[in-house]
T-cell receptor, first 114, second 114 residues
């Protein structure tokens, strides 16, 4: 069982609200990622981080922002949620320097914006 | 363009039967290929990881093969169980960046019936 946790698991929120999706890992991994996944579709990288104070945008453009103030935390924030943000958000981490290393995934947050 | 294509998109088999899932990729330069199992509403969990020099790798009832020349991989599941019902995702990592970028297939949705 991987030690990476996401909260909340499910979130239903109104349009225009600000939300933060939490992701924490206890494995000491430097690399962390956020993926967006629509039902039946592949995972798309939206943000990644190599370590503290490092954040980069991924392949899929996203209106969300991330921060990496501590190694173990990589929260994702939407300043003003819209129905188009409805999706599943998956957080992952892996050890830096291990290109062949496994990425461990959290359980995901299912976000619905109404 | 780096892509990962999986087939079939969905598959239904009876409990106890075997099945084979396919993955074709165009990712270059190739680093490794992983098969993940994703249960509904949960994050993906790694089943196998294969590097360029490996042709086959087993993990219990799961056996993965890799042909790096034709850029094809397969995941064979023997004596299927109801708990095998899930989405199986092929993930290819490139060696062209320090990120070890992961490219995801859309997955094969496997349903095992009693």
């Amino acid at each position: 069982e991987a030690d990476i946790y996401q909260t909340p698991r499910y979130l239903v929120i109104g349009t225009g609200k600000k939300i933060t999706l939490e992701c924490s890992q206890t494995m000491g991994h430097d690399k962390m990622y956020w993926y967006q996944q629509d039902p039946g579709m592949e995972l798309h990288l939206i943000h990644y981080s190599y370590g503290v104070n490092s954040t980069e945008k991924g392949d899929l453009s996203s209106e969300s922002t991330v921060s990496r103030i501590r190694t173990e935390h990589f929260p994702l924030t939407l300043e003003s949620a819209r129905p188009s943000h409805t999706s599943q958000y998956l957080c992952a981490s892996s050890a830096i320097g291990s290109v062949d290393g496994e990425a461990f995934f959290g359980q995901g947050t299912r976000l619905t914006v109404v | 363009k780096n892509q990962v294509e999986q087939s079939p998109q969905s598959l239904i088999i009876l409990e106890g039967k075997n099945c084979t899932l396919q993955c074709n990729y165009t990712v270059s330069p190739f680093s490794n290929l992983r098969w993940y199992k994703q249960d509904t509403g949960r994050g993906p969990v790694s089943l196998t990881i294969m590097t360029f020099s490996e042709n086959t790798k087993s993990n219990g009832r799961y056996t993965a093969t890799l042909d790096a020349d034709t850029k094809q991989s397969s995941l064979h599941i023997t004596a299927s169980q109801l708990s095998d019902s899930a989405s199986y995702i092929c993930v290819v990592s490139d060696r062209g960046s320090t990120l070890g970028r992961l490219y995801f297939g859309r997955g094969t949705q496997l349903t095992v019936w009693p």
